[in-house]
């Protein structure tokens, strides 16, 4: 897991995780990327499930808007 600090607050925090099988063991892994306003990032207040086929994608994507 990589942790980021979250920008404009005190604790909080961006997790960035593989996960292998997501929603059992016929699911396609996904990157997990979630947002913890506490600092803990295990239990993320926010998340998103990103397929890794989309991935590349996602990244040009962000790219573009910065």
């Known amino acids: 897991m990589s942790t ?3 920008s ?3 604790k909080g ?3 960035v995780t ?3 099988r997501p929603y059992g ?3 396609a892994p996904v990157v997990s990327v979630g947002i913890s306003l506490s ?3 295990e239990n993320p207040e926010w998340k998103v499930h ?3 086929d989309n991935l590349d994608d ?3 994507a962000l790219q573009a808007l910065k």
């Open 4 to 6: 980021i600090p979250l």
């Open 8 to 10: 404009s607050t005190k």
């Open 13 to 15: 925090v961006i997790s």
């Open 18 to 20: 593989k996960i292998e």
């Open 25 to 27: 063991e016929d699911s």
């Open 39 to 41: 600092g803990d990032a």
């Open 50 to 52: 990103i397929p890794m």
């Open 58 to 60: 996602v990244i040009k």
